[in-house]
């Protein structure tokens, strides 16, 4: 029968999950850094993003193209150098912000939402450790008899972002309030944003220097 798990499986498959979607990292960072600097509504953009590209990753998982990423040092170079360099311009973008970067407001244009959405995105995307992931961890609850393994790639893969939708929604919505003590002080919002610059800088710098695996 397809998708037919036993109780245990999902017991594992969920603390797992639960536990990952935890673990602080370039999206988590992305996402509460947002959320700091432009308020809820800049959070959910980001947090979106990372979705989005989360899909991206779970969906060339389940078609096997993720190997590609993870045997072939060419295929892996390319993509750590590019999420690298996107990483590091857009933390120099806020590095030499005058504080509007992103958001100054606690109502955010929806043009300034749609490009947190878009950066969200490709932080995810152009990072190729979450594709190695995807391939080294989803295929450990593909079982004999739950139906093709692809399909069953895809749906753990697709449940991983729903749990995520139970933990990071109310990390966004505590990080909002911190947004309104910001948006009403320039100093403050300065300084956030050559902190996220840093920040953002770091992890690009720490994507260039990561090796294969």
């Known amino acids: 029968m ?15 999950a ?19 600097k432009g308020g809820v509504k800049s959070g959910f953009s980001a947090m979106f993003g990372i ?13 096997g193209l993720s190997a590609i990423i993870a045997t072939s040092a060419i295929a892996f170079s390319s993509i750590k150098w590019i999420g690298a360099f996107y990483l590091i311009w857009i933390g120099i973008q806020a590095m030499t912000s005058k504080g509007e970067t992103l958001q100054v407001k606690n109502e955010p244009h929806l043009k300034n939402l749609k490009k947190i959405f878009k ?27 739950a139906g093709p393994a ?8 697709f449940l991983i972002i729903v749990v995520a939708a139970f933990v990071e929604p109310p990390l966004v919505l505590a990080g909002g309030k911190l947004a309104g003590c910001l948006a009403a002080n320039t100093k403050i919002s300065k300084w956030m944003d050559k902190s996220l610059g840093l920040l953002f800088i770091w992890l690009g710098i720490k994507l260039a220097s990561s090796d294969h695996i």
């Open 18 to 36: 639960f536990l990952l979607n935890l673990c602080p990292g370039p999206d988590m960072a992305f996402i509460l850094g947002q959320t700091a």
């Open 51 to 63: 979705w989005t590209g989360a899909l991206f990753h779970v969906s060339f998982a389940a078609m």
């Open 150 to 157: 692809s399909m069953q790639l895809f749906l753990h893969g």
């Open 119 to 145: 950066q969200g995105m490709f932080v995810s995307i152009l990072n190729p450790k979450v594709a190695i992931f995807f391939l080294a961890f989803l295929p450990q609850f593909v079982e004999t008899g």
């Open 2 to 16: 397809i998708f037919n798990y036993s109780a245990t499986h999902w017991a594992a498959f969920f603390s797992a």
